[in-house]
């Protein structure tokens, strides 16, 4: 199993350019989730899928659109890329029931210029 | 919004010591998890806790479940050069989301 994989690892972005942050997991979790990391400030949630079909935003959701194309498969969208969302993002899954634990991929490291 | 203090911010250790580090909440939660990140990589979990009370060990890591379910504590025994790395808590509140609440991290360095 691969776990939870996320793409591209690298990315630098010019202001108000756009992109697309992938993820997929393999463990059959219902739940997947975007969260961003910067210095000093811990993990915070963007947006979370509690199960197919179904997005919530989390606690800083502004500047994203995400998107649960199946079961597997979750992505986080920067539709006008600002220098405030330099940060690394990470995807995570869990299951349900008592295995609420979360996963977590390898992060993406994006730059905004 | 629920917030978790988590502490001690940074520690510099000498390698062969005992590590002690703690969140607290003003909320209730009903599952504390504890991370470890190393640099460059993603949070990967090392122990989680289910009841109030509850006491689990992973090797020389050993983590608590508070009594009043508002805070967690993370032991690591014996310290090695690899432990080097942040550590994260996160509570959990009911629900079926599963959502978690991250502290801000404990950043281990140990000299050998």
């Known amino acids: 199993n691969a776990g939870v994989t996320q793409t591209p690892k690298f990315q630098v972005l010019k202001t108000g350019q756009s992109m697309t942050l992938q993820c997929a997991q393999d463990?059959?979790?219902?739940?997947m989730y975007w969260y961003r990391q910067d210095p000093g400030m811990g993990l915070r949630l963007i947006y979370y899928?509690?199960?197919?079909?179904?997005?919530d935003k989390g606690e800083v959701p502004n500047g994203y659109n995400v998107s649960r194309l199946n079961k597997r498969e979750f992505s986080l969208r920067l539709e006008s890329a600002a220098p405030s969302q330099t940060s690394v993002y990470f995807c995570?899954?869990?299951?349900?029931?008592?295995?609420?634990?979360?996963?977590f991929g390898p992060g993406t490291r994006l730059l905004v210029l | 919004g629920q917030q978790l203090n988590q502490s001690p911010q940074s520690m510099f250790i000498q390698e062969g010591e005992d590590v002690s580090m703690n969140c607290t909440s003003s909320?209730?939660?009903?599952?504390w998890l504890w991370y470890k990140q190393d640099p460059g990589e993603g949070p990967v979990l090392l122990i989680a806790?289910?009841?109030?009370?509850e006491l689990t060990s992973n090797g020389r890591l050993t983590a608590q479940f508070g009594i009043t379910r508002k805070d967690s504590f993370l032991n690591i025994s014996a310290s090695i050069p690899s432990d080097v790395g942040i550590y994260f808590c996160?509570?959990?509140?009911?629900?079926?989301?599963?959502?978690?609440?991250f502290g801000k991290g404990t950043k281990l360095s140990v000299k050998p």
């Open positions: 463990m059959n979790h219902n739940s």
């Open positions: 996160a509570g959990q509140l009911g629900g079926s989301q599963g959502n978690l609440i």
């Open positions: 995570a899954s869990s299951g349900t029931g008592r295995a609420k634990t979360q996963y």
């Open positions: 899928s509690a199960s197919e079909g179904t997005t």
């Open positions: 806790l289910y009841k109030a009370g």
């Open positions: 909320s209730i939660f009903n599952t």
